[in-house]
């Protein structure tokens, strides 16, 4: 049974009037990739400001790490790391430097600090820029050290905000990797906050959906996907050789579809209990060939805006 | 643990300091004060050999063609302080790296008190050296050292002198806390280092002027040197001369020349001319100096202690939001 290793109860903050986390009740086990998807402005970094004792809730409470967020949140930043959304680094420092004085800040020994540090430049790419000062980097290169100093305390969670926002496909891919890699071969929980769909697509087995600072939904992707398809009922889609107004009137009148739309030579059928062989069988008594007979799928694109539609 | 906590603020410490004494900023600073102070203590051994009375002291004042070590220090004090104070905190805000330092496990004070003391520290260097550099070169060339009494106002002069750029530095901490982005914070700076080095002095001179104006006879007959003679003038200059000090001891600036006139031994103003183009100026022992001057250092201590304490309960508080 997996340990949480992130509880929030009712975690709420205001910013003055306005309420940008809601009562938010999450949940996060050791070991996994979890994402946190939602639009812009959602209370993404917020939470995650929260969480990281960056700045305190108005009402609610939250652990990480078994720590609480406000009386123990020194702890929890020598236990958790946090790659902020737009984190910056001393530009006239080198690469090397800018850890090096995140290590210290850790209280890493300076052999042990030394150590960590050509590992991770090694592990994120950037070995041969270790003596380079950053302002030469570029975004994706200063990702990458942002990655690095969050791993050099050997964190048990990692907070990454937005971690590909601004980059090129490549780059993107490039962090990915990483963290992918992180999380099977080092076990690191990792918390990905994101608004991007299929980058949480790829990364992430249980999401959470997040909007207006109100969570709307957390479960695996493929779970998620068979509820939406659940509430909407069954959807088939069909290719035929010819549709006649009188085909479609009929298939319409079988008791259990809900409704048909017509599009060229395709017809999708809407049905409240799986009426599939129904409706073959009423095609071909019409003399009609079907071409191609498949449910509908939804993509997570669907998913994603089914969430945020109904709440 | 407890020794890592206190490391926080070492480790703040060491990293600042080290962008300061590397800083483009802080060494043509430095450059510029190390040049100007040289040659107003040239010219101070110059006026020490026309007048062998005057004392080693003369090297801090006793520039005739300009710039002499106090008056360097009240108009270039300011900018240096609030140089390598402007953007302590904000830069970081706006780079984005203060959420990546906020993220690790040290206390925030440890930040702003590592800032505030690298300054400390970079601005006692600037100030230390310069006031040897002078001391040595006049030695040098006078071919004679300060005394004991000497040795004694030059390290309250540098004492002083810290103080008074501490609080510099303070004000343009506590501006790069106040505001967020550096291009605010850097006018504000100038706006008040103008206002405290040049501009107070001219409002004062015209309030002044405004109060009590100068009678300017005129017509045949006005005699010009009865009346400058005349005790009712003499009053009067000095009345004008009170309502000048009195407005411009709202500058530090002032506060400190007071100050460091007097611990050089010599009472009366900076500005201040005296009525016939004589010097005002007596000599004072330490003892008496100290107690003259005591008020404008407790106003610059006091000063410097209100700047710190604002910017470090601001930062304390200061709320990290998405987006900076």
């Known amino acids: 049974m997996p340990q949480p290793i992130v509880e929030t109860r009712e975690l709420t903050k205001y910013y003055g009037e306005v309420k940008a986390v809601d009562h938010l009740n999450l949940t996060v086990y050791e070991g996994e990739l979890f994402g946190f998807l939602g639009p812009n402005g959602s209370g993404k970094t917020t939470t995650l400001l929260m969480l990281m004792g960056l700045t305190i809730p108005t009402s609610g409470t939250a652990t990480v790490a078994g720590y609480d967020i406000v009386k123990e949140s020194k702890e929890i930043r020598r236990v958790a790391g946090l790659l902020p959304e737009g984190a910056g680094y001393y530009e006239d420092l080198t690469a090397r430097q800018n850890m090096d004085y995140i290590g210290q800040l850790n209280g890493i020994p300076k052999p042990e600090r030394e150590k960590r540090i050509k590992e991770l430049l090694e592990a994120v790419g950037l070995e041969r820029w270790a003596d380079t000062r950053v302002e030469k980097f570029s975004r994706g290169m200063k990702q990458r050290l942002g990655i690095a100093e969050v791993l050099i305390k050997r964190p048990k969670i990692a907070f990454f905000d937005e971690p590909t926002i601004g980059l090129d496909p490549q780059g993107v891919k490039e962090i990915r990797d990483i963290i992918l890699r992180l999380n099977r071969e080092e076990g690191l929980t990792v918390f990905y906050s994101s608004h991007l769909l299929y980058e949480v697509q790829q990364t992430c087995r249980r999401v959470g959906f997040i909007r207006n600072g109100r969570l709307i939904a957390t479960d695996t992707i493929e779970n998620l996907s068979k509820k939406v398809a659940g509430a909407e009922g069954k959807t088939l889609e069909f290719e035929l050789t010819e549709i006649t107004p009188k085909l479609v009137a009929e298939i319409r009148a079988i008791d259990g579809v809900a409704s048909v739309e017509q599009e060229g030579l395709r017809l999708y059928v809407y049905m409240e209990r799986d009426r599939s062989r129904e409706v073959s069988e009423t095609i071909t008594k019409h003399g009609s060939v079907i071409l191609l007979m498949r449910p509908r799928e939804y993509s997570l694109e669907d998913i994603f805006l089914k969430y945020y539609e109904e709440v | ?324």
């Open chain 2, 1 to 324: 643990m407890r020794r890592f906590e206190r490391m926080g603020v070492t480790i703040v410490f060491r990293k600042e300091l080290a962008d300061h004494l590397g800083s483009r900023r802080y060494l043509v600073l430095f450059a510029l004060i190390l040049l100007l102070s040289t040659m107003s203590a040239y010219q101070g051994v110059l006026y020490i050999r026309d007048r062998p009375q005057a004392g080693f002291m003369a090297i801090f004042w006793g520039a005739q063609f300009g710039f002499s070590f106090t008056y360097l220090m009240v108009f270039f004090g300011p900018i240096i302080g609030l140089a390598l104070g402007f953007d302590a905190v904000n830069k970081e805000r706006t780079s984005g790296s203060l959420s990546v330092l906020l993220s690790q496990p040290i206390y925030r004070d440890a930040v702003i008190n590592g800032k505030f003391l690298a300054g400390v520290t970079a601005l006692s260097i600037l100030g230390v050296s310069t006031i040897t550099i002078m001391s040595s070169l006049a030695t040098t060339l006078l071919g004679f050292g300060p005394g004991a009494e000497d040795l004694l106002r030059i390290t309250l002069i540098a004492a002083l002198t810290i103080l008074y750029l501490a609080f510099w530095l303070g004000l343009g901490l506590l501006f790069s806390t106040v505001t967020k982005k550096t291009s605010t914070s850097i006018l504000m700076s100038i706006a008040t280092w103008l206002l405290c080095s040049i501009m107070i002095s001219i409002i004062a001179a015209l309030v002044a002027n405004m109060i009590a104006p100068i009678p300017m006879p005129s017509g045949p007959g006005a005699n010009m040197t009865r009346l400058f003679e005349s005790p009712e003038y003499r009053e009067l200059i000095q009345r004008r001369f009170t309502i000048q000090s009195n407005i411009q001891r709202i500058s530090p600036a002032y506060l400190y020349n007071e100050a460091v006139q007097a611990i050089m031994g010599r009472a009366g103003g900076f500005f201040f001319i005296g009525p016939g183009g004589g010097s005002p100026f007596r000599s004072l022992d330490i003892s008496q100096a100290l107690t003259m001057s005591w008020p404008q250092i407790t106003a610059i201590a006091v000063g410097l202690v209100a700047c710190f304490a604002a910017s470090y309960i601001l930062f304390l508080r200061l709320e990290i939001r998405p987006g900076g």
